[in-house]
């Protein structure tokens, strides 16, 4: 079983509609999650961070973490074209450390 | 502050050749990361420097690898004897101090034929 678990998708949602894209994992060291966003070819953008449980909100984006599932959420309100990429959540244990990521989902949001 | 840069951003080699990365972080980054990703994966770790110093490497990152920060700056990665499996998207990321936010380049993405 590898560390962060991902659906890769691919994930097709008319434009308008909420996302919610999830990542499982099993170390229950890791504090500190990332969400990054990678067009194709380009590198990870990095979109949300937080720290240990809770909530954490910036425009169309939220981010959840639930510690005690060991599960995290990404949603994405109201989704535009140019949302369509690969989400690619990212954890660590201690901050600035080597991060774990998952497979990444593809995203493809339809006009 | 223009990012995290790398070069060459494409790079097509002979088996067993040697190639060389450069990454130049955001200015006054001192951690500097190094990730390899293939089609369809998240990247994975190879290495990371705090400034000079090389402080953990992968079981990922073979002898043929290496990579070197020399004056806390820029860094390289070199594959020496390339193989077919080394093909894939070399992403450098930088972060500051205490940081825990990283932030990555645009990769250098290798073909070995």
């Known amino acids: 079983q590898k560390e962060v678990e991902q659906d890769p998708g691919p994930l097709s949602v008319p434009e308008g509609a909420i996302v919610s894209l999830n990542c499982t994992y099993s170390?229950?060291?890791?504090?500190?999650f990332m969400w990054y966003r990678q067009y194709s070819r380009k590198g990870p953008e990095l979109l949300m961070y937080?720290?240990?449980?809770g909530n954490k909100e910036d425009g169309r984006f939220t981010a959840q973490v639930d510690k005690s599932s060991k599960y995290i959420s990404l949603f994405i309100r109201d989704s535009q074209p140019s949302d369509s990429a690969t989400y690619l959540c990212a954890m660590s244990a201690t901050g600035n450390t080597p991060l774990v990521f998952g497979k990444g989902t593809r995203l493809s949001v339809i006009a | 502050d223009t990012g995290v840069s790398q070069n060459p951003r494409h790079k097509i080699t002979k088996r067993g050749q040697n190639v060389t990365f450069r990454c130049d972080p955001i200015?006054?980054?001192?951690?500097l990361y190094w990730y390899r990703q293939t089609l369809g994966q998240g990247p994975e770790f190879l290495t990371y420097?705090?400034?000079?110093?090389?402080?953990?490497k992968s079981r990922l990152l073979s002898d043929r690898f290496s990579a070197e920060r020399p004056k806390g700056s820029f860094s390289t990665l070199e594959i020496q004897r390339t193989e077919q499996g080394d093909s894939a998207m070399y992403l450098c990321a930088s972060s500051l101090g205490a940081a825990w936010t990283q932030y990555f380049g645009p990769g250098t993405r290798l073909l070995v034929l």
């Open positions: 200015s006054e980054h001192n951690r």
């Open positions: 420097f705090q400034n000079e110093a090389q402080l953990e």
């Open positions: 170390n229950s060291a890791f504090q500190y």
């Open positions: 937080t720290y240990s449980s």
